[in-house]
């Protein structure tokens, strides 16, 4: 059984009749077949989801990558227990492309944005090794979209372990390979994106040049011992570290420097997203809140992009006003059980949302950013 709701819940939007036992009716809703029996040529686009290419996964297996993610090392052993049981449940969803293209039916999906599972960023590794990853995993992916062009849409990944190999790859999975972004961590082995030892600032320069989006997705907290029980280090830690790396980009001038730089976020952009107004007052109000930045950090912010994965209307609906429609994007986090399993339905129940902002929110968005025919 797949994304499987618990019997308490509540949530407006999702179907809890008889279709939505088993693995089928998970994905089905009143609200997406409707959405998806349109017949003026919208899209309904995923920003937000994930392959693994298990290749690489065996070939990455010597360095036991999973001893190294900070996921696995700040969780408790039910936690442990309860990703290696979802990962042996989902792995179909996460690498068979006969399977995924069923679930996106099912969900009114008519294109999906895939990006890297978290996992296989492999920053960890040496850096010539890194690199050799990373090429097999965008070499895997343009193959994977390839099956299905009129379905998928691939992003890439770079070994931001060694900035000149990051730059390297960068162009030949946009340039060579046709992927359309690219994915990164929030943070390079428990470093900043911004930190100077990672001289990351042509790797951003270069990805504004080219003029594809920055998918920036979290995979865990660093140093989180006190994150460790209740899948707290996800619940809590991903959205925490998507807040502090779009935190260093902003007040260390990574967006100032790069004013075309176009980045999404996942989670609906942490928690900085709806919590902005307090970086707005440091600025304001102390010396060290404005070292780089010459115009308040929220000025910034609203350039960024943000997935839909708030998991409640009200709060959707705030994000929408505060940073405009032309600024949210579908998103689903498919195919782990932190996903949003009925997107169409949750942007269907924001109250009082316009249909023209339902289409730029639903695919026209994604349709601009990823320069889709």
């Known amino acids: 059984m797949i994304f499987t709701c618990a019997p308490t819940c509540k949530h407006p939007y999702h179907n809890h009749g008889k ?31 994930h392959y693994f290419n298990p290749t690489v996964g065996q070939k990455a297996a010597v360095m036991k990558p999973i001893e190294q993610e900070v996921g696995h090392i700040y969780a408790n052993q039910l936690t442990r227990d309860t990703n290696a049981k979802q990962m042996r449940d989902r792995a179909p969803m996460l690498s068979d492309v006969s399977v995924r293209i069923q679930d996106m039916d099912r969900m009114g999906i008519d294109i999906q944005a895939v990006s890297p599972a978290p996992f296989q960023y492999y920053y960890f590794a040496e850096p010539a090794f890194g690199a050799e990853l990373a090429r097999d995993v965008n070499e895997g992916m343009a193959k994977l979209v390839a099956q299905h ?12 372990q060694n900035a000149d190999l990051a730059v390297k790859e960068l162009k030949h999975a946009i340039k060579n390979l046709g992927l359309r972004g690219i994915e990164i961590n929030t943070h390079v ?170 289409d730029l929110i639903t695919g026209g968005n994604a349709k601009k950013l990823f320069k889709l025919k």
Do not use: Q
């Open 19 to 49: 279709e939505a036992k088993g693995a089928k009716g998970m994905f089905t809703s009143l609200a997406t077949k409707k959405l998806a029996k349109r017949k003026d040529g919208h899209l309904n686009v995923d920003v937000h989801c």
């Open 149 to 160: 062009p009129d379905r998928l849409i691939g992003l890439g990944t770079v070994p931001l």
């Open 189 to 358: 082995n428990g470093k900043n994106l911004t930190d100077p030892s990672l001289k990351l600032e042509k790797f951003f320069a270069t990805v504004s040049e080219l003029g594809v989006p920055l998918f920036i997705h979290p995979n865990g907290f660093t140093e989180a011992s006190r994150l460790e029980n209740h899948y707290f280090n996800n619940v809590i830690g991903n959205p925490l570290d998507t807040t502090i790396a779009v935190s260093h980009l902003i007040f260390d001038g990574v967006m100032e420097r790069n004013p075309k730089l176009k980045v999404l976020l996942a989670h609906a952009g942490g928690y900085l997203a709806h919590y902005w107004a307090r970086m707005d007052h440091v600025y304001g109000a102390r010396p060290d809140g404005r070292t780089v930045i010459k115009r308040k950090p929220s000025t910034y912010l609203e350039r960024f992009y943000f997935d839909t994965i708030t998991f409640d209307p009200g709060m959707l609906r705030n994000m929408i006003d505060r940073f405009g429609p032309d600024h949210v994007m579908l998103g689903t986090d498919y195919p782990y059980d932190m996903a949003e399993v009925d997107p169409l339905g949750l942007v269907s129940a924001v109250k009082r949302l316009p249909k023209s902002d339902r």
